[in-house]
């Protein structure tokens, strides 16, 4: 389902199916409450089950990386990459982070550490040499490399904004450039979650429509 038809659902089940001309203005806010419900879903999935279904993840593509200075995460001596812009902000899962997969584009993925024990990783007998990856900030970070040149990574995950990781996929990133593709993007929701999704938005209409301007003259006008 496409993450406008979602927005629009929400909205008509607000209005009891009468919708109001004046919608534009509440969208980013309608898309925020449901990637909001959308994350109590997910946690609430890996919370009982551990598991996650391959709908929710959001694939971005090939992340540019480039080289930086080993000094940025006290590891001297290795090869660093780091992924050349801020990735999205990936969900928190059971205390762990959303990310599914961080490796080659189209290959095998890397291994996982955390920033606080990289720079004793590379010192380890059987593993010193494998290539690593962590998160600091919002950059990924790439431990001995297979290919100091390596140019492009695969990242994919549950993200908080998923508008955001589809731009972040579909826009030209790796120019700088910004853009925004709107919503009529697959929104990373299994479908048969939909429906609850829908009921926990309705049943606490009290929480969320005090975020939502209410449209009384139906005028078009973008009022708040």
Known sequence: MLASELIFN????????????????????????????????????????????????????????????????????????RTKLPIPSSMELNKSHGLTFVGQYGGMSFQEETWQSAPWSTYAPYTGNKTKWFIKGQYIYIINPTDPSLKYINIQGLFEDPKEANEFKTCKCDNGLVCNVGFDYEYPLSAHLVDTLNKMIMDSEIRWTTLLPQDTANDSLDTN
């Open 10 to 81: 929400i909205k008509n089940l607000k209005a009891g199916g009468i919708q109001s001309d004046d919608e534009n203005v509440s969208d980013h806010q309608v898309a925020f409450i449901i990637n909001y419900y959308r994350a109590k879903l997910m946690r609430q999935q890996v919370m009982k089950h551990n598991h996650y279904d391959l709908q929710d993840i959001q694939d971005l593509g090939r992340v540019e990386v480039i080289q930086t200075d080993p000094h940025e995460c006290d590891c001297p001596g290795a090869c660093i990459l």
